[in-house]
Antibody, heavy 124, light 106 residues
Framework: QVQLVESGGGVVQPGRSLRLSCAAS????????IHWVRQPPGKGLEWVAV????????YYADSVKGRFTISRDNSENTLFLEMNSLRVDDTAIYYC?????????????????WGQGTLVTVSS | SYELTQPPSLSVSPGQTASITCSGN??????TSWYQQRPGQSPIQVIY???KRPSGVPERFSGSNSGNTATLTISGTQAMDEADYYC?????????FGGGTRLTVL
């Protein structure tokens, strides 16, 4: 079945870096855009970034632009999020989520499925 | 930036119909998705492209979108439907979520 498994979360000091991974299985990875979405403890969902199928087209939320980099390895069916200059307000559960629809229809269909999430805590 | 507004909470009795609204400027011109998130779990998509139901989602979940308001309707609400619900759209080059609605079934 379709599965997304995040890893790489942990506790990190403000200003430091962290790299998250998301291993995908059960579908043709190359056919789908993939997103990162985060959720601060006790709060709502916030979209972070998306990377399209070829890995060259990427979009970011203003809150992370210039600090976070999304990438993918289609040969390994893996998604990454490189997070630099981390701030206390980056503390959240980070989910990877596949686009519901393939190829160019990806903006229309939202996110399905989601991974189980990985917790990132930024604290001194 | 585009904004989506949801009521923070809604209560419904078992067996009744729950209607959760999501408001945004000219929302009918965008495709709306809805997500259910039970406590301690990852979100699950329950509606996409305004009205479509992913495989495995019960038929009691339905969606509509007209004017400035999208609505998630749960008919014959069950105790297991108690959860947070989020609407979401894509605007220009950004995904936008509503603030979420906590549905209580009592």
């Amino acid at each position: 079945q379709v599965q997304l498994v995040e890893s790489g979360g942990g506790v990190v000091q403000p200003g430091r870096s962290l790299r998250l991974s998301c291993a995908a299985s059960g579908f043709t990875f190359n056919d789908f855009a993939i997103h990162w979405v985060r959720q601060p403890p006790g709060k709502g969902l916030e979209w972070v970034a998306v990377i399209l199928t070829d890995g060259n087209n990427k979009y970011y939320a203003d809150s992370v632009k210039g600090r976070f980099t999304i990438s993918r390895d289609n040969s390994e069916n893996t998604l990454f999020l490189e997070m630099n200059s981390l701030r206390v307000d980056d503390t959240a559960i980070y989910y990877c989520a596949r686009a519901k629809l393939r190829f160019l229809e990806w903006p229309q269909g939202g996110f399905d499925p989601w991974g189980q999430g990985t917790l990132v805590t930024v604290s001194s | 930036s585009y904004e989506l507004t949801q009521p923070p909470s809604l209560s419904v009795s078992p067996g009744q119909t729950a209607s959760i609204t999501c408001s945004g400027n000219h929302l009918e011109n965008k495709y709306t998705s809805w997500y259910q998130q039970r406590p301690g779990q990852s979100p699950i998509q329950v509606i996409y492209q305004d009205t479509k139901r992913p495989s495995g989602v019960p038929e009691r979940f339905s969606g509509s979108n007209s004017g400035n308001t999208a609505t998630l309707t749960i008919s014959g609400t069950q105790a297991m439907d108690e959860a947070d619900y989020y609407c979401q759209v894509w605007d220009v080059s950004t995904a936008v979520f509503g603030g979420g609605t906590r549905l209580t079934v009592l």
